[in-house]
Protein backbone atom coordinates (compact mmCIF):
# COMPACT_ATOMS: atom_id res chain seq x y z
CA UNK A 1 0.00 0.00 0.00
CA UNK A 2 1.08 3.14 -0.81
CA UNK A 3 -0.53 6.39 -0.52
CA UNK A 4 0.40 10.38 -1.85
CA UNK A 5 -0.48 13.13 -0.22
CA UNK A 6 -0.06 16.86 -2.32
CA UNK A 7 -0.72 20.41 -0.65
CA UNK A 8 0.51 23.57 -1.89
CA UNK A 9 -1.87 24.51 -4.00
CA UNK A 10 -3.76 28.29 -4.75
CA UNK A 11 -4.39 31.04 -6.40
CA UNK A 12 -1.47 33.14 -7.50
CA UNK A 13 -1.14 36.40 -9.75
CA UNK A 14 0.62 35.82 -12.36
CA UNK A 15 4.75 36.57 -11.84
CA UNK A 16 4.17 34.50 -8.66
CA UNK A 17 5.10 31.59 -6.77
CA UNK A 18 3.83 28.56 -5.19
CA UNK A 19 5.28 25.79 -4.07
CA UNK A 20 3.65 22.08 -4.17
CA UNK A 21 4.63 19.20 -2.08
CA UNK A 22 4.10 15.67 -2.04
CA UNK A 23 4.26 13.31 0.84
CA UNK A 24 4.72 9.48 0.39
CA UNK A 25 3.91 6.98 2.69
CA UNK A 26 3.29 2.98 3.09
CA UNK A 27 5.72 1.07 1.71
CA UNK A 28 8.41 2.29 -0.20
CA UNK A 29 10.82 1.22 -1.22
CA UNK A 30 14.43 2.80 -1.62
CA UNK A 31 14.22 3.37 -5.68
CA UNK A 32 11.98 4.99 -7.19
CA UNK A 33 10.82 7.62 -9.89
CA UNK A 34 8.53 10.80 -8.38
CA UNK A 35 7.01 13.49 -10.31
CA UNK A 36 4.78 15.93 -11.07
CA UNK A 37 2.06 16.18 -14.29
CA UNK A 38 -0.44 18.64 -14.80
CA UNK A 39 -4.18 18.03 -16.86
CA UNK A 40 -6.57 21.02 -17.65
CA UNK A 41 -10.44 19.91 -18.11
CA UNK A 42 -10.69 18.54 -21.55
CA UNK A 43 -7.28 18.03 -22.26
CA UNK A 44 -4.38 14.94 -21.43
CA UNK A 45 -2.54 14.80 -18.28
CA UNK A 46 0.80 15.98 -19.21
CA UNK A 47 4.18 15.25 -17.37
CA UNK A 48 5.98 18.65 -15.74
CA UNK A 49 8.63 17.07 -14.13
CA UNK A 50 10.36 14.15 -12.67
CA UNK A 51 13.05 13.04 -10.33
CA UNK A 52 15.35 9.58 -10.08
CA UNK A 53 16.23 8.86 -6.25
CA UNK A 54 19.77 9.37 -7.56
CA UNK A 55 18.70 12.87 -8.68
CA UNK A 56 18.55 13.16 -11.82
CA UNK A 57 15.42 15.22 -13.09
CA UNK A 58 13.69 16.10 -16.25
CA UNK A 59 11.28 18.71 -17.25
CA UNK A 60 8.89 19.63 -20.13
CA UNK A 61 10.17 22.19 -22.28
CA UNK A 62 7.19 25.13 -20.90
CA UNK A 63 8.38 24.88 -17.88
CA UNK A 64 12.32 24.78 -17.72
CA UNK A 65 13.63 28.01 -16.11
CA UNK A 66 10.80 28.41 -14.49
CA UNK A 67 10.19 25.19 -11.99
CA UNK A 68 12.47 23.13 -9.89
CA UNK A 69 12.09 19.58 -8.66
CA UNK A 70 13.36 17.81 -5.32
CA UNK A 71 13.39 15.28 -2.75
CA UNK A 72 13.99 15.36 0.75
CA UNK A 73 17.20 13.35 2.17
CA UNK A 74 14.47 10.64 3.21
CA UNK A 75 13.35 10.53 -0.31
CA UNK A 76 9.70 9.87 0.90
CA UNK A 77 8.85 13.64 -0.30
CA UNK A 78 8.75 15.71 -3.80
CA UNK A 79 8.28 19.10 -3.81
CA UNK A 80 7.93 21.45 -6.91
CA UNK A 81 8.73 24.94 -6.67
CA UNK A 82 7.27 26.93 -9.32
CA UNK A 83 8.41 30.53 -10.00
CA UNK A 84 7.27 33.41 -13.05
CA UNK A 85 4.33 31.48 -13.12
CA UNK A 86 1.95 32.30 -16.04
CA UNK A 87 -1.86 31.93 -16.51
CA UNK A 88 -1.50 28.75 -19.36
CA UNK A 89 0.16 27.31 -15.96
CA UNK A 90 -3.34 26.88 -14.52
CA UNK A 91 -4.26 23.37 -14.06
CA UNK A 92 -4.43 20.55 -11.62
CA UNK A 93 -1.69 19.60 -10.62
CA UNK A 94 -1.07 15.36 -9.50
CA UNK A 95 1.99 13.60 -7.58
CA UNK A 96 2.97 10.34 -9.16
CA UNK A 97 5.27 7.45 -7.63
CA UNK A 98 6.63 4.97 -9.37
CA UNK A 99 7.64 2.02 -8.21
CA UNK A 100 8.64 -1.02 -9.66
CA UNK A 101 5.76 -1.85 -12.17
CA UNK A 102 3.43 -0.04 -9.96
CA UNK A 103 2.00 3.46 -10.42
CA UNK A 104 0.54 5.63 -7.45
CA UNK A 105 -0.95 9.04 -7.90
CA UNK A 106 -1.42 11.68 -5.28
CA UNK A 107 -5.40 13.47 -5.46
CA UNK A 108 -4.56 16.89 -7.46
CA UNK A 109 -4.56 20.07 -6.69
CA UNK A 110 -5.68 22.74 -7.96
CA UNK A 111 -3.15 25.84 -9.57
CA UNK A 112 -5.16 29.06 -10.70
CA UNK A 113 -2.99 32.07 -12.44
CA UNK A 114 -4.60 34.81 -12.81
CA UNK A 115 -3.68 37.93 -15.31
Known amino acids: QVQLVESGGGLVQAGGSLRLSCAAS????????MGWYRQTPGKQRELVAV???????NYADSVKGRFTISRDAAQRTTYLQMNSLKPEDTAVYYC?????????WGQGTQVTVSS
Open 96 to 104: KLVQGSWNY
Open 26 to 33: GNIAGINV
Open 51 to 57: IMTGGIT
